[in-house]
């Protein structure tokens, strides 16, 4: 099917900087979105960011200016640079792929990576 690796979590101080990676393999697709969910502990997860096939991007609110979300088409990979790091980002972030399959939504994970950012 689709495996989705990603990379770059870790440890921050405030202010800092961090760069995920994620790169797709498996099942191509021809519409299908890729992007970064987070979750932190006792709350559900919620989209960080996320770029279509066309290369619109979505944010949300508390990430904006801070964070940014790019593709590369030709490695099948999406990359979150996140500045200005606070200690609100802590979370596990997980990948994900969303693709046009057989008429309805499907969503592949990636197995999570840590993001602790320290006041």
């Known amino acids: 099917q689709v495996q989705l690796v990603e990379s770059g979590g870790g440890l921050v101080q405030s202010g800092g900087s961090l760069r995920l990676s994620c790169t797709a393999s498996?099942?191509?697709?021809?519409?299908?979105?890729m992007g970064w969910y987070r979750q932190a502990p006792g709350e559900q997860r919620e989209l960080v960011a996320r770029?279509?096939?066309?290369?619109?991007?979505d944010y949300t609110e508390s990430v904006k200016g801070r964070f940014t979300l790019s593709r590369d088409n030709a490695k099948n990979a999406v990359y979150l640079q996140m500045n200005s790091l606070k200690p609100e980002d802590t979370a596990v972030y997980y990948c994900?792929?969303?693709?046009?399959?057989?008429?309805?939504?499907?969503?592949?994970w990636g197995q999570g990576t840590q993001v602790t950012v320290s006041s």
């Open positions: 994900n792929l969303r693709a046009w399959v057989g008429g309805s939504w499907n969503d592949y």
């Open positions: 498996g099942r191509r697709f021809s519409i299908y979105s």
């Open positions: 770029i279509g096939s066309g290369g619109g991007t």
